[in-house]
Every structure is written in C-alpha cells, then in structure tokens.
C-alpha cells in the first residue's frame, strides 16, 4: 500500500517562510511527476508546483512564482516545496501529488496525500 505523509505546515506570518515535505511510503518501483497542489475554502484544488522524475523540469503557479520551489530527492522518496514571502491568498490546505509506478512502469496510477494546512495571518 503506497502511502503519501505531508509535514511542515503551520501559521505563519505574513513576509514569513515555511518547508512543506512529502514522503512517499510502502512498495513501489518508481515515482514519477510529483507535484503540490493546494484547496483554499470555497475554491477548487489548484497546481501549486510540480517537478518530472530527474527534476530539471518544473511548473509553478503564476501566483507563486519567484517565491516558491519545488525540488525533490530520489533517494529519500521526497518532495519540497520551499515558502518564502507568504501572503495571506496563500492560506490553504496543500496536498501533495505523485504518479507512481506501484509494481511496473507499464501502469503508473496517481496519488494523493490528506494535506496539510498553511496559514498566513498576521
């Protein structure tokens, strides 16, 4: 069973920085695009950031370019997404995303993490 765990959420001010981590668990041959997405309440789930397997291609949201970054670490199963300069807009639950090839990369199958809040107030 392939698990995804996200941490590092929180309050914080605004101007202020946060981590977020996920680490992808269980059996599994590979991950693949692993990405953040984020739910604020009353909007629809949005693209955060996302970032290919080797990590040289990454997509940010307009809204958070500049300030966010998105890197990852094969070896630890893990995926970042580095804060800095938060505004209040940017208050949401955030879920972490990641294909993944569960027992061969023929069949690769999405998943998701229950999320973790972020909120900006002062």
């Known amino acids: 069973q392939v698990q995804l765990v996200e941490s590092g959420g929180g309050l914080v001010q605004p101007g202020g920085s946060l981590r977020l981590s996920c680490t992808a668990s269980?059996?599994?041959?590979?991950?693949?695009?692993m990405g953040w997405y984020r739910q604020a309440p009353g909007k629809q789930r949005e693209l955060v950031a996302d970032i290919a397997r080797g990590g040289n291609t990454t997509t940010y949201a307009d809204s958070v370019k500049g300030r966010f970054t998105i890197s990852r670490d094969n070896a630890e199963n893990t995926v970042y997404l580095q804060m800095n300069m938060l505004k209040p807009e940017d208050t949401a639950v955030y879920y972490c995303k990641a294909d993944i090839a569960p027992y061969t990369d023929y069949y690769i199958r999405t998943y998701w993490g229950r999320g973790t809040q972020v909120t900006v107030s002062s």
């Open positions: 269980g059996s599994f041959i590979r991950l693949y695009v």
